[in-house]
């Protein structure tokens, strides 16, 4: 008999940190990670790892062959800025890698006649606002709502949730006995900002540079306007966000894909509320035009009643409690 786990790909970035060891503090089961990079120290006692690309099809067939996938994971992804230097790597491994990953759900659960779960971070790049005007107009998105990703990773993000969708709800559509599918939930994830790693590649991490910048007593420019605003969230509700939609049953959820928000900032409002905490915060402002202008293509917030509703997501941290009480104290303690 395979062992019954939850495979987290992309285990070793800043989601999968934050998410390893939540499960293991709730003692939620057994985990199987895969990361191109080696599992941190810390959390090696918590996960069986494997190294490797979600590429790799042939490594993926062999998990296959020892473990009966539960519920997959799937964090791995290049992101918005690293993407567009390597736009057709991206779509290797943000379109590709999540098929072969859907391709293997959707015969598990054809296998074990009992749908895999499939937890998908998607994004606010997932949206794309033509100019700011329009931005300003609408300032709260709905999930439909100008779906015109200009970036490969915001376009690779749209796409996925379609094809997780359809796995979820038309696949095999014309085959005469419709099969058992796959349960596809996603979530669209504002900038996350954690207290304890930095992120690599984002286009929404001038928040959290700026604010380890001040921790660690280092000057700062941001590479956006004062005025550049989008919405952003803790890691820990991050991590809520995704157990919440696990969690929630079936028949409760009408749409599978979510938008979960916390707070929408500007730079300026970001700068400010660093600098309430680190009054020496040396912060100035060399906008980067390339990276300013996809910035400018994210809402300034989105609107995520249909989570509240359907399944009780509220964040436990809005902008001052994410400051006061999870961030500051923490990078405090870590940069000690
Ligand atoms: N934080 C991501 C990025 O900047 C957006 O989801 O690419």
Not at 250 to 260: G, I, P, S
Request: aromatic content about 10%.
């Amino acid at each position: 008999m395979r062992k019954k786990v939850t495979l987290i790909t992309g285990a070793c970035g800043e989601i999968g940190h934050a998410l390893i060891d939540h499960l293991a503090e709730q003692k939620s089961g057994p985990i199987v990670t895969l990361d191109l990079q080696d599992m941190h120290d810390a959390q090696r006692k918590k996960v069986a790892h494997v190294k490797g690309s979600i590429t790799d099809k042939a490594l993926l067939e062999q998990l296959v062959s020892e473990y009966e996938f539960e519920q997959i994971i799937h964090l791995a992804a290049l992101l918005s800025t690293r993407a567009e230097f390597s736009p057709s790597l991206a779509h290797r491994v943000n379109v590709e890698g999540t098929l072969l990953l859907l391709d293997i759900a959707a015969e598990q659960s054809e296998f074990r006649q009992k749908p895999v779960q499939f937890l998908f971070p998607s994004s606010i790049a997932a949206y794309g606002m033509p100019d700011l005007e329009t931005k300003a107009a609408h300032p709260k998105v709905k999930e439909w709502e100008w779906n015109y990703p200009t970036t490969m990773y915001g376009a690779n993000k749209l796409y996925c949730e379609r094809l997780g969708i359809y796995y979820s709800e038309h696949f095999k559509q014309l085959a005469e006995e419709k099969p058992v599918m796959l349960d596809f939930r996603s979530v669209r994830f504002p900038g996350l900002i954690s207290a304890f790693t930095v992120p690599s590649g984002g286009t929404s991490d001038y928040g959290p540079e700026m604010l380890h910048a001040a921790a660690q007593g280092k000057a700062y420019a941001c590479f956006v306007r004062p005025d550049s605003a989008i919405p952003f969230m803790a890691m820990p509700d991050a991590i809520q966000a995704l157990i919440g939609l696990a969690a929630a049953p079936a028949d409760k959820l009408t749409q599978r894909v979510y938008n979960v928000t916390a707070f929408s900032l500007t730079a300026e409002g970001f700068r400010d509320e660093v600098a309430k905490h680190f009054p020496k915060a040396d912060v100035t402002y060399e906008p980067h035009l390339k990276r300013q202008g996809i910035v400018d293509s994210w809402p300034v917030d989105t609107d995520d009643h249909k989570a509240r509703k359907d399944w009780g997501w509220a964040p436990d941290y809005d902008q001052e409690r994410c400051f006061a009480e999870y961030l500051v104290p923490n990078i405090r303690a870590r940069y000690a």
